[in-house]
Every structure is written in C-alpha cells, then in structure tokens.
C-alpha cells in the first residue's frame, strides 16, 4: 500500500519528468545548444559542468546537467564567448535512500552558473565556470577526458 508520502514523491517525480521533457521537445537540453547563443555550446559546457560542479553547498559531489532551461550571452568575441546558462541537476545518487529510513541521499534541483568559453581553431573550449567546484583531476564518473570539453564551432 502506497504511503502519501510515496505517492506524493511518485507525483513530482512525474512532474520534473514532463518539465524535462518539455525542456527537450524546444530544443533544449545537454546535447542540444544554449538558448540564445550560437549553436554547439550545449555539449562542452554539460560535460564541463558534469566533471567539475559541486550543488548544495558541496552535499551533491556528482552532478550531471540534465536539461539547458535558459542561455543569455553576456560577452562575445573573436577570443571568448561568455553565456549565463539555466539548468536542472540531479546526481547519480539520488535513488538511493539511507539505511535510516526515508532520506534521500542525491540531489536534484535547478541553477544558473556564468561559463567563461574560449573560441579555438578546433572549437569551443570551456574554460571556466561559476559556482562551486571540485578540484578533482582526471576524468569523472562518466569517463569523460580533458579532449571531451572540445565542440567544433560552427
């Protein structure tokens, strides 16, 4: 027998689902472009923020960008191109519950983060961000490299 609680966990598990999804159906997400800036920065910057981000004052240490809600560029140059990217999170962690009883032990949520892009002649290189990060080295959960942050520019 379902709980209210359970029920109640289940029913904006569904509602965040359709947000994301509508967020993907307009073009929007991880793998597609920023909105409002020029195409092909969606993908350096996920994975620029999946390796490094840290959300909620450092208790969710893996997050991954699930969808790009909202893009602004602020600077754009021959050199760089600087966007304010809106985003929804969630980390790897979030079905898991505490042998307590009824925690949740992930996180999930939504942010804004400044990411500072270089322009190169291969492409876009992220080479910074707002926001708390991590100083972890080497590649993350999902096995990306340091090459992965490279997008061809358009």
């Known amino acids: 027998m379902l709980t209210c609680v359970s029920r109640l966990r ?64 602020i600077e ?9 990217v809106g985003y929804t999170y969630r980390d790897f962690d979030y079905e898991r519950e505490s042998p307590i009883g009824g925690i949740r032990l992930g996180c999930q949520g939504f942010g804004n983060r400044r990411f500072v892009v270089d322009k190169t002649g291969e492409g876009y290189r992220v080479a910074r961000m707002s926001g708390p990060s991590a100083g972890r080295q080497g590649t993350n959960v999902q096995g990306l490299s340091t090459r992965d942050e490279l997008a061809p520019a358009p």
């Open 76 to 84: 754009d140059t021959p050199e760089r191109i600087v966007v304010v």
């Open 10 to 73: 289940r029913g904006l598990g569904a509602l965040l689902g359709l947000g994301l999804l509508a967020g993907c159906i307009n073009g929007a997400g991880p793998a597609g472009d920023v909105p409002n800036a020029p195409p092909g920065l969606g993908l350096p910057i996920a994975r620029y923020y999946d390796r490094w981000a840290l959300e909620e004052n450092g208790r969710c240490r893996w997050p991954s960008m699930l969808a790009i809600t909202a893009g602004q560029v």
